[in-house]
């Protein structure tokens, strides 16, 4: 099998990239604090917007006057509406963005948007868009865990859902072998490869300041943390036995004036 290739182009800036294919991405909003300049740079390389519940709080409130809050209405507010605050819904469903409930105590808000996601695509006989959750890497541990567990069920069913916040970007790898291209604009030094949700894996690595040749890793023993990019090399490549979270740090993006 041969590598499966990614990159995060989607965090790149669009007047460096001409070529960001925006048409190709959904972002679900979670309710976590984020940055602007990070907001605006997903929204802009992202065709489809949806909020999970109190992620519409979160854009609301990324704006000071409802002009610029207008240039950002999502697509579709999903969940079971116990966050999104009144004044918020009211505002949205005046713009006519659907704000959909779902009662559903059985899954959380994120799972609620993703099946939005899936049912549009079904609706509409769309290509599988690829995923970018911003935020769900950090607050509740009950609810970065679940996160972390959903990302590894969906990898099963789709093909690439990325996990970003102000200081990461994460995925799950497939086991396999994959190269990882790096903007070393976009990323920072620090990196890792978390064996979460499986018992153990095999790892090689290269590009990496601390590779590993075939080495075991899981909870019990190595997990490789603070690991480096190496400043010029353009690609890390990883082989895991099994499916392995990747985490790679984010530099500040510049503010927006
Ligand atoms: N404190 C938190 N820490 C981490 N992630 C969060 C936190 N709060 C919300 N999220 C993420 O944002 C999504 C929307 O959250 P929201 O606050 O609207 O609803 P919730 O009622 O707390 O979450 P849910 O209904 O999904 O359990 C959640 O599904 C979850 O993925
Ligand atoms: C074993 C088990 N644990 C917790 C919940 C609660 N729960 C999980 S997702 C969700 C929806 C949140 O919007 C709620 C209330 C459950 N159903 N089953």
């Known amino acids: 099998m041969p590598a499966t290739a990614w990159n995060v182009n989607f965090l790149r800036s669009p007047q460096i990239t001409a070529t960001n294919d925006h048409s190709t991405h959904a972002l ?30 979160r854009l ?4 000071s006057d409802n002009q610029d809050r207008l240039k950002f209405l999502p697509g579709l507010i999903k969940g079971d509406l116990d966050s999104i ?35 549009k695509e079904r609706a509409e006989d769309l290509a599988q868009l ?19 567990a959903y990302l590894h069920k969906l990898r099963k069913t789709r093909q690439r859902v990325f996990a970003v916040t102000d200081e990461n970007v994460a995925w799950v790898l497939d086991a396999g072998e994959h190269e990882i291209e790096v903007d070393h604009g976009v990323l920072g030094q620090t990196c890792g490869l978390l064996p979460v949700g499986i018992d153990s894996t095999i ?24 690991n480096h990019l190496v400043p010029g090399e353009r690609v890390v490549w990883i082989k895991t ?17």
């Open 130 to 148: 690829h995923i970018v959750l911003l935020g769900g890497l950090s607050g509740r541990l009950d609810q970065t865990i679940p996160t972390l």
């Open 28 to 57: 679900i909003i979670l309710n976590q604090p984020f940055s602007f300049p990070l907001l605006h740079r997903l929204w802009h390389s992202t065709q489809w917007h949806c909020c999970a519940d109190g992620g519409a709080n």
């Open 203 to 226: 790892l090689s690595t290269s590009g990496l300041k601390w590779n590993l040749t075939d080495c075991p890793s899981s909870f019990d023993g190595l997990v490789s943390t603070s």
């Open 85 to 119: 605050r009144p004044d918020v819904r009211q505002f949205y469903e005046d713009q006519g963005v659907p704000v959909v409930p779902d009662e559903d105590q059985d899954s959380t808000d994120l799972m609620k948007c993703v099946s939005a996601l899936e049912e």
């Open 60 to 63: 609301f409130d990324s704006f």
């Open 241 to 257: 036995s099994q499916p392995i979270w990747w985490t790679a740090e984010l530099r500040e993006f510049p503010k927006i004036c």
